[in-house]
T-cell receptor, first 114, second 112 residues
Framework: AQSVTQLDSQVPVFEEAPVELRCNYS??????LFWYVQYPNQGLQLLLK??????LVKGINGFEAEFNKSQTSFHLRKPSVHISDTAEYFC????????????FGQGTTLQVKP | EAGVAQSPRYKIIEKRQSVAFWCNPI?????LYWYQQILGQGPKLLIQ????????DSQLPKDRFSAERLKGVDSTLKIQPAKLEDSAVYLC??????????FGSGTRLTVV
């Protein structure tokens, strides 16, 4: 079985500051890793995903994440945030089988202040 | 390419009533999931279909929730009778190896 822990429930940050949203996972099998963003009253949007290859993954809106297998982490970073980045962010994992289900963390609320 | 369509968008019912949600997946996507997202929490998997067969329903409260996927295409999720704690957004998602996971916009259920 897989599980995901997002270490911060809320992250307040000022506009143009860097941010890191932390994610740790647990799994007995190989997994794929994902970050999703959910704006208020909207659906889930894929930010980025790690399937294989380079451990540094670049996504949309200037976000990137680094897969660290030894620490079982997949932290999300952005060097300079905007007000429009205010949203809920979810880390998720799925087994590498073709029909593996997505398991989500509890979410981190990113609050960007002017 | 069309996305995953869900209806209704919103639903308000009284406790002990029944309700049904509908999902029309992307054509050809064999794997379909229903998730429950309670306010302030991450989505929780309720049931996974592969074509029209159930792969995993271990988290589905079977005393009140049921789901089916007719002919391996459209799917419906039903709650009967509803409880206050069922208030949530119900998300349908599909998976295809070339495309990954695609989520619908969800149905927001409020039980009063």
């Amino acid at each position: 079985a897989q599980s995901v822990t997002q270490l911060d429930s809320q992250v307040p940050v000022f506009e143009e500051a860097p941010v890191e949203l932390r994610c740790n996972y647990s799994s007995s099998v190989s997994v794929y890793l994902f970050w999703y963003v959910q704006y208020p009253n909207q659906g889930l949007q894929l930010l980025l995903k790690y399937l294989s290859g380079s451990t540094l993954v670049k996504g949309i809106n200037g976000f990137e994440a680094e897969f660290n297998k030894s620490q079982t982490s997949f932290h999300l970073r952005k060097p300079s945030v905007h007000i429009s980045d205010t949203a809920e962010y979810f880390c998720a994992v799925s087994p590498t089988s073709n029909t593996g289900k997505l398991i989500f963390g509890q979410g981190t609320t990113l609050q960007v202040k002017p | 390419e069309a996305g995953v369509a869900q209806s209704p968008r919103y639903k308000i019912i009284e406790k002990r009533q029944s309700v049904a949600f509908w999902c029309n997946p992307i054509s050809g996507h064999a794997t379909l999931y229903w998730y429950q997202q309670i306010l302030g929490q991450g989505p929780k998997l309720l049931i996974q279909f592969q074509n029209n067969g159930v792969v995993d329903d271990s988290q589905l409260p079977k005393d009140r929730f049921s789901a089916e996927r007719l002919k391996g295409v459209d799917s419906t999720l039903k709650i009967q009778p509803a409880k206050l704690e069922d208030s949530a957004v119900y998300l349908c998602a599909t998976y295809w190896p070339l495309y990954g996971y695609t989520f619908g916009s969800g149905t927001r259920l409020t039980v009063v």
